[in-house]
Structures are given as structure tokens and as C-alpha cells.
């Protein structure tokens, strides 16, 4: 007979859930992370609700799991930050499957793994919803902070990855009949771009390889979890700057020939979120050392500008310029 998480309890729950934590880190009322001399905390939160963020029609357990630490993870890095652990906060009704919550923690901790992170503690309640709380913990130089208020009127903003792939996945999740001239590999590329999705914390040692002397200032940034659109106007709200995009600079899967119109192709670039992609302004030199040492799908896709809002631009003159704007991009209490 499969176990529903009522039959077992709270305790019993948290027997079976602490096995994915370092055993020294459990049973104390909270974690003590050690951090290195000269670094600062970066703390980070997320939450999850099933039928919002994740559905059993497009996302098993492990893959819930995972996307929800990768989101974290993501967060981290677009702050220039080294992970040390998470505590994750978990609301259940009462006849979830033990064994689904077994498997939605296998995926958190197969994605942690990755990058020698662990689930240090957490909360287990009941609720009516299945909610998932992750707060995330790192640790980063004082001087390497990336903050999204740094950008400045003459830096190039570069991508680090494709935009769009994640968007592309769900919709071929809930839409099996589309893109029927998709080879298999491409489909499955894009549906695992939306189930797996992977944190660039890989960029950092190559970005703090570059800036080989202590940079003049800080490098502008965030990830692109909310969309590309979104982290560009972001950035710019928070400078106070404005930019200008290059149209046919931004990187999309190659698979969106065989599938999309440009325009598609485009919306789901800009608009469709969940990549974790990194948007950093920097110095135009800086900017393509990085880009020539992450190859390929990093781009150079515009340029800080003096002003207030956010233009594509095509260079080729084949479509007019548009400005750019949040209300285009998922928004929650707006759907």
C-alpha cells in the first residue's frame, strides 16, 4: 500500500527528509554556516506553489525539486555569489505520497550536488496547497558584489545563454501536437531547457578570471528567470539608465526555425522567462573577453544609453523599433 504523508506524520516525514541533509548540520534550531574571512552573506528566497510554478502535467517530483534549487542557485549567482547550503520550507496537504515528497527532494539534491551544496534544515506544515519556501544561503567578496543598480550609461550588456528554450518546453508539454518537424533530439533539448534548467554560477570564476585587477566599479547584473525583457528594464529602472537592444544579437535555440515565426521565436526570447540565463553590463572590452571565453550562445545584445526605457532596435530596417515594457512579460496577480 502506498503511504500518504498522513499516515506517517510530521516526524516521520522529517526522518525520511533528513537524509538529504548533512547529518552534523540536523538537530539544532538552526544552521550555523561558516563563511571565509573577508566574505558576505547573500541570502535569497523563493517560493513555489503546485499549479503556479509546477504541475505533475509537465514537471515530475525530481524535476520540481530541481527547478526549484536551480531558481535559487540562480539567484545567487546573478548576485555574484558562491552557494553554502538551503533550508527548504514545504506545505502539504495530507494525502500527497510520501513518495512523491521523497522524489521532489532527490531532484533538489541531485541539482545541489552539482555545485557541493547541501539542504542544511528547513519546516514541514500542513497546508491546502502544496507549497515549496527555499531560502538559499552564499557567500561572496565584498568587492565582486553584482548589483542591478551598477550599469552605466556606455556598457555593453551581454547575455550569457539562449532565451527562450524554457518557454519553448513547456508549451511543447502542454502541447504535444506542436512543432511536428522537430527532430526528436531538438524536443527534447527544449522540454529539458523547462525541467532542468542550469544556474550559470559556471560564469563567475571565468568573469572574476577576467577581471584579473580589482574592476573601477561594480558590474551591473541579474538573471533572466522573469524573462530578458524583464532583466534589461529591471537593470535600467534601478541605474537609471536606459538601453538600446540589437534584434537579430539576441541568442534563440536553432530548433526555432523548424517551429516558430520570428516574431514567436522573438516573444518567447524576451518575454517567456524561466532560462536563468546571467544579464551583465560591462565594459565593451570586458564584455567581449567574456563573451569569447563562454562561446557559444553568450552575446553582446545592446548597450546602456543615456534616458528611461528599453528599445529593440533592427539594424537591417526590417522592423521598426519598439520599446520594451514589463506588462508584455508574465506578472503574478495580473494572469
Same mark, same amino acid.
Given at each position: ?20 541533509? $548533512?547529518?552534523? @548540520? #540536523?538537530?539544532?534550531? =538552526? %544552521? /550555523?554556516?561558516?563563511? &571565509?574571512?573577508?566574505?558576505?552573506? !547573500? ?98 567578496? $565584498?568587492?565582486? @558584489? #553584482?548589483?542591478?543598480? =551598477? %550599469? /552605466?550609461?556606455?556598457? &555593453?550588456?551581454?547575455?550569457?545563454? !539562449? ?98 515565426? $520570428? ?73
Amino acid at each position: 500500500m502506498t503511504k500518504e504523508v498522513k499516515d506517517i506524520g510530521e516526524q516521520g516525514l522529517l526522518e525520511r527528509l533528513q537524509r538529504f541533509c $548533512p547529518p552534523e @548540520i #540536523i538537530g539544532d534550531d =538552526a %544552521a /550555523v554556516l561558516k563563511t &571565509a574571512p573577508g566574505q558576505s552573506l !547573500v541570502v535569497t528566497t523563493d517560493v513555489l506553489v503546485d499549479g503556479v510554478h509546477f504541475s505533475n502535467l509537465t514537471t515530475s517530483p525530481e524535476d520540481a525539486g530541481w527547478r526549484a534549487a536551480a531558481a535559487n542557485l540562480s539567484d545567487l549567482a546573478a548576485m555574484g555569489a558562491s552557494p553554502l547550503g538551503i533550508t527548504v520550507g514545504l506545505g502539504l496537504p495530507g494525502e500527497v505520497r510520501v513518495s512523491w515528497v521523497e522524489r521532489l527532494y532527490q531532484g533538489m539534491t541531485e541539482c545541489l550536488q552539482k555545485y557541493n551544496t547541501s539542504i542544511v534544515g528547513g519546516d514541514v506544515v500542513r497546508s491546502p496547497v502544496t507549497t515549496l519556501a527555499i531560502t538559499a544561503f552564499g557567500q561572496v567578496n $565584498p568587492s565582486q @558584489i #553584482i548589483r542591478r543598480s =551598477a %550599469a /552605466v550609461v556606455g556598457d &555593453a550588456i551581454v547575455v550569457t545563454g !539562449v532565451h527562450g528554450a524554457s518557454h519553448a518546453g513547456l508549451e511543447l508539454l502542454l502541447h504535444p501536437e506542436l512543432g511536428q518537424d522537430l527532430k526528436d533530439a531538438e524536443r527534447m533539448a527544449l522540454i529539458r531547457s523547462h525541467q532542468r534548467p542550469q544556474p550559470r554560477l559556471d560564469v563567475l570564476p571565468i568573469l572574476w578570471k577576467i577581471l584579473v585587477s580589482p574592476c573601477p566599479r561594480s558590474i551591473a547584473g541579474m538573471d533572466s528567470s522573469d524573462g530578458l525583457a524583464d532583466a534589461i528594464i529591471q537593470i535600467c529602472r534601478a541605474s537609471g539608465v536606459s538601453a538600446v537592444l540589437e534584434r537579430r544579437q539576441i541568442s534563440m535555440p536553432v530548433a526555432f526555425d523548424h517551429w516558430l515565426t $520570428p516574431e514567436q521565436a522573438l516573444a518567447y526570447a524576451l518575454y517567456g522567462g524561466e532560462d536563468f540565463e546571467l544579464v551583465l553590463c560591462l565594459p565593451q572590452e570586458l564584455a567581449l573577453t567574456l563573451v569569447q571565453h563562454l562561446g557559444q550562445g553568450a552575446a553582446i545584445v545592446g548597450n546602456i544609453t543615456p534616458g528611461s526605457t528599453v528599445l529593440l532596435h533592427d539594424e537591417q530596417k526590417k522592423f521598426p523599433d519598439q520599446v520594451l515594457s514589463l506588462r508584455q512579460g508574465f506578472q503574478h496577480f495580473c494572469q
